[in-house]
C-alpha cells in the first residue's frame, strides 16, 4: 500500500539515493546531503511496503508563492500514480499553509502540466515583490525571477506556475 508522508530524518538517505539517480544523467540538480537534513521538513516521501519510492519538496518563496523540488519516483515505479500523489500532498500542503501560486523548473512539463501547471515567461510577481526576491540567496528564488547569472545552471528546464483556487 502507498503511504505518502512528511519526511524524516531516516529518510534522507533514500531521498539522496533518488536525487542522485536523476541528478547523474543530468536530469536533476545535485543537492548536498546537508541541505537535504536542513529541508527535510520541507519534503513529503511515499512509502511503498516500507521502501521510499519517491519523494517531492514544497519551498516557500513568498507570502503567497512556493517552489515544488525535488520531486522524483524510482525509475522501476514510474506509471504507478506515486508522482501524481507526491504532487497532490505538496498542492494540499501548499494551500494549508495560504500559498496560492507554485513555481516548478522542469523537464516533466507534461506531468506538472497534467496538474494544472502552465508554461510562464516573464517574472509573474509585482515590482515590490520581485524587488524583495533580489535579496535572496536562494538558487530557486533566482530561477523563478529568471535571472540570467542562473541559467548556466538550470539544465534548460522549463519555468511553470500553478495558481491555486
Not at 529518510?11 to 536542513?38: C, F, N
Request: charged letters at 25%; proline letters at 3%; aromatic letters at 8%.
Amino acid at each position: 500500500m502507498l503511504v505518502v508522508r512528511p519526511a524524516k530524518t531516516a529518510d534522507v538517505k533514500a531521498i539522496r539515493a533518488l536525487v542522485d539517480s536523476y541528478a547523474a544523467p543530468g536530469q536533476m540538480l545535485a543537492k548536498e546531503t546537508v541541505t537535504l537534513y536542513e529541508s527535510v521538513q520541507e519534503f513529503i516521501v511515499a512509502e511503498l511496503d516500507g521502501v521510499i519510492v519517491g519523494c517531492g519538496a514544497l519551498h516557500i518563496l513568498w507570502e503567497d508563492l512556493a517552489e515544488v523540488r525535488t520531486v522524483a519516483v524510482k525509475k522501476d515505479e514510474h506509471r504507478q500514480g506515486i508522482g501524481h500523489a507526491i504532487l497532490e500532498a505538496i498542492v494540499k500542503r501548499a494551500s494549508e499553509v495560504g500559498v496560492n501560486k507554485i513555481f516548478c523548473l522542469t523537464f516533466q512539463t507534461e506531468f506538472f502540466g497534467s496538474h494544472g501547471f502552465e508554461v510562464i515567461e516573464g517574472t509573474p510577481v509585482d515590482p515590490e515583490v520581485y524587488a524583495e526576491l533580489l535579496r535572496s540567496y536562494d538558487a530557486g528564488v533566482a530561477e523563478f525571477l529568471d535571472l540570467e547569472s542562473v541559467k548556466p545552471n538550470t539544465l534548460g528546464n522549463t519555468r511553470m506556475l500553478k495558481k491555486l483556487a
